[in-house]
Antibody, heavy 124, light 107 residues
Framework: EVQLVESGGGLVQPGGSLRLSCAASGFTFSNYAMSWVRQAPGKGLDWVSVMSAGGTSTYYADSVQGRFTISRDNSKNTLYLQMNSLRVEDTAVYYC?????????????????WGQGTLVTVSS | DIQMTQSPSSLSASVGDRVTITCRASQGISNYVAWFQQEPGKAPKSLIYGATSLQTGVPSKFSGSGSGTDFTLTISSLQPEDFATYYCQQYNSYPPTFGQGTKLEIK
């Protein structure tokens, strides 16, 4: 059974930093691209970032480019999202998702499994 | 960015009904559309990818169709657990973008 468990969310002041983790199990982690998708309170889904299976290719939403960094440790079956210079508008539940593809180049990919999410609140 | 416009934004239906949700892309995206279901307070669940292919474990009461710019999600024989919010997503190009959601409510 595929399981994705996010952690690391919490309350942070504007301008602060936070690192999210996503522990994966139930599939060969190193074979699949992985994504982060967020959802602000009462709003829709908002794609954040994706990393290829091998970790060589990444893409980011314009709204987080230069502030967020996605990474993965295939030896630990874990995906990360380093979030710096956080803004009030980054407040959301952040979901980790396993993608259907290995590669992320050329064409985007889409999730087939999702974690339960971790809440990030940016407020003074 | 490609915009995905869902209609309707909300929909009331009864148990046993068949409903259709529509998603229109602002430009052609071949068949690179996915559909997701989200119950209140829960994580999204993937239903369909490639416009028509069911994800593993998704019942055949869910079906998708379309190509180019116009896509539909049809749910037959509605059950209480189907009343949720549904989102489409295009993944033809970056950034992947979602529709605004369709809230399916019990009449």
């Amino acid at each position: 059974e595929v399981q994705l468990v996010e952690s690391g969310g919490g309350l942070v002041q504007p301008g602060g930093s936070l690192r999210l983790s996503c522990a994966a199990s139930g599939f060969t982690f190193s074979n699949y691209a992985m994504s982060w998708v967020r959802q602000a309170p009462g709003k829709g889904l908002d794609w954040v970032s994706v990393m290829s299976a091998g970790g060589t290719s990444t893409y980011y939403a314009d709204s987080v480019q230069g502030r967020f960094t996605i990474s993965r440790d295939n030896s630990k079956n874990t995906l990360y999202l380093q979030m710096n210079s956080l803004r009030v508008e980054d407040t959301a539940v952040y979901y980790c998702a396993k993608d259907v593809s290995t590669s992320v180049s050329g064409r985007a990919t889409t999730p087939d499994y999702w974690g339960q999410g971790t809440l990030v609140t940016v407020s003074s | 960015d490609i915009q995905m416009t869902q209609s309707p934004s909300s929909l009331s239906a009864s148990v046993g009904d068949r409903v259709t949700i529509t998603c229109r892309a602002s430009q052609g995206i071949s068949n690179y559309v996915a559909w997701f279901q989200q119950e209140p307070g829960k994580a999204p669940k993937s239903l369909i990818y490639g416009a028509t292919s069911l994800q593993t474990g998704v019942p055949s009461k869910f079906s998708g169709s379309g190509s180019g710019t116009d896509f539909t999600l049809t749910i037959s024989s509605l059950q209480p657990e189907d009343f949720a919010t549904y989102y489409c997503q295009q993944y033809n190009s970056y950034p992947p973008t979602f529709g605004q959601g369709t809230k399916l409510e019990i009449k």
